[in-house]
C-alpha cells in the first residue's frame, strides 16, 4: 500500500472527522521539546509506579485507568492493599499534565510526534478485554499525519524503539505507529526527542534514566 504523505493546513479546532473520523479528538501542535519531555518523564515516572503494583493485566489495567482520571471514586475501585503511597497518591490527585483524556504510554509518544512536526489524530495504549467487549486497539497505537520528509527522517528511529509502522485502510490519510507494549512507545517518544539538533540535556537524560530504574519487582514479568 502507499503511504499518503501530507499535513492538514486548516484549523482542526472542530470535532476531528478531518482527520480519520475519530470520536473525542482535538488538537495537538506546536508543542515545544520542553513540555514533550516533561509529560514523558512523568509518563515513565507513572508507568512505572504501576508495573511495580501490578499482580496481573486487570490490577495493570486498573490501576493504570486510576491514574489516567485520578478521583477518589477511582481510588476506590483500587482494593490492592500492596499499592504504595506514591502511586496512592497520584491516584488520588490531579490529572499529570499531558494525559489530560490521553492513555498512559502513549501520552508521551503523542506530544513528541507533535513536537516533531506531525500531527496526531488518535491513540491507545493497547487493551485486552473478555468477549463479547471489543477493544479499540490490543495493542499500543498513534495515528497520525506527517509529510514525507519527516516521515523518512522517522524509519531509523521507529526501527531502533522495536516499534513499527503500518495503515489503516479506512483511513488512508494517517498512517500509524503500534508497538508490542507500552515500553516501546515510550522509548520511541525518548528516541524522537533525543533527535532533535539541540537534544536533551545530561540533566534530562539523567532524569528519564531515574524514572525507569524503579525498585524492581522480582514476582512478575513487566506488564507494560
Known amino acids: 500500500m502507499e503511504a499518503n504523505f501530507w499535513l492538514p493546513y486548516l484549523d482542526?479546532?472542530?470535532d476531528g472527522q478531518s482527520l480519520g473520523y475519530f470520536h473525542d479528538t482535538w488538537s495537538i501542535r506546536d508543542v515545544s521539546t520542553k513540555s514533550?519531555?516533561?509529560?514523558?518523564?512523568?509518563e515513565i515516572g507513572l508507568a512505572r509506579l504501576v508495573d511495580e503494583a501490578a499482580r496481573d493485566q486487570r490490577e495493570f489495567e486498573i490501576l493504570a485507568e486510576a491514574v489516567e482520571s485520578p478521583s477518589v471514586e477511582n481510588a476506590d475501585r483500587v482494593e490492592f492493599g500492596h499499592v504504595s503511597s506514591e502511586l496512592m497518591d497520584e491516584i488520588c490527585s490531579d490529572v499529570p499534565p499531558g494525559l489530560e483524556s490521553l492513555e498512559l504510554g502513549v501520552a508521551g509518544l503523542v506530544h513528541a510526534l507533535a513536537t516533531y512536526g506531525c500531527l496526531p489524530a488518535a491513540s491507545c495504549r493497547g487493551h485486552i478485554y473478555d468477549p463479547p467487549r471489543r477493544p479499540w486497539s490490543e495493542a499500543p497505537v498513534v495515528y497520525f499525519a506527517v509529510d514525507k520528509e519527516?516521515?523518512?527522517?522517522?524509519?531509523p528511529l521507529v526501527r531502533a524503539s522495536?516499534?513499527?509502522f503500518n495503515f489503516d485502510p479506512?483511513?488512508?490519510n494517517l498512517i500509524?505507529?503500534?508497538a508490542p507494549s507500552i515500553i516501546e512507545t515510550m522509548l520511541l517518544a525518548e528516541n524522537i526527542l533525543l533527535s532533535f539538533p539541540s537534544g536533551l540535556s545530561v540533566e534530562h537524560r539523567a532524569m528519564l534514566s531515574e524514572c525507569r530504574n524503579g525498585p524492581d519487582n522480582p514476582d512478575q514479568a513487566t506488564l507494560w
Open 150 to 155: 519527516r516521515a523518512h527522517r522517522l524509519v
Open 176 to 178: 500509524l505507529i503500534e
Open 162 to 164: 522495536g516499534c513499527g
Open 170 to 172: 479506512e483511513r488512508p
Open 36 to 42: 514533550a519531555f516533561e509529560i514523558l518523564r512523568t
Open 12 to 14: 482542526l479546532d472542530d
